[in-house]
């Protein structure tokens, strides 16, 4: 089994909702935060050095970390308001498609949690994936 790790740098973004419209007889697919195209190229580029399309079934293991607000109490250690831990799963899951594996099906058994930042840890996520 195969294992690989590494760390994004960056403020994670959600997958957000997607619009889809006609444009000259075409279809077109838009997501609704204009900041996704950006985060998804920086997960993609940190994973090229790991890049091995995995066949079989795929673990991925996500911890984001996100800035804490100013206002937010010392006491609250888990950011449980926006963005969803499930969108924020998604957009790494769609920016390693093709990188890391065929298609985001492959992926069975996910482990993810979001945390504030701090000193240790800047915004980002950390990536671990085991396959095949």
Not at 9 to 31: C, D
Not at 34 to 50: E, P
Not at 77 to 85: I, Q
Request: with cysteine; hydrophobic share 40%.
């Amino acid at each position: 089994m195969k294992h690989v790790a590494f760390r994004v740098y960056g403020l994670p973004e959600s997958q957000g909702s997607a619009r889809a419209f006609v444009r000259g007889g075409r279809p077109v697919i838009t997501s609704t935060n204009k900041n996704l195209g950006d985060w998804r190229r920086l997960v993609a580029d940190a994973s090229q050095k790991h890049a091995d399309l995995l066949g079989g079934a795929v673990s991925l293991s996500l911890k984001f970390y996100l800035p804490k607000p100013k206002s937010t109490p010392k006491k609250v250690y888990w950011p449980a308001k926006r963005p969803d831990l499930d969108k924020l799963i998604r957009a790494v899951g769609d920016a390693l498609t093709g990188i890391m594996w065929a298609d985001d099906s492959q992926i069975c058994v996910i482990f993810a949690l979001k945390f504030y930042a701090d000193g240790e840890h800047p915004p980002g996520v950390d990536i671990g994936i085991w396959g095949d």
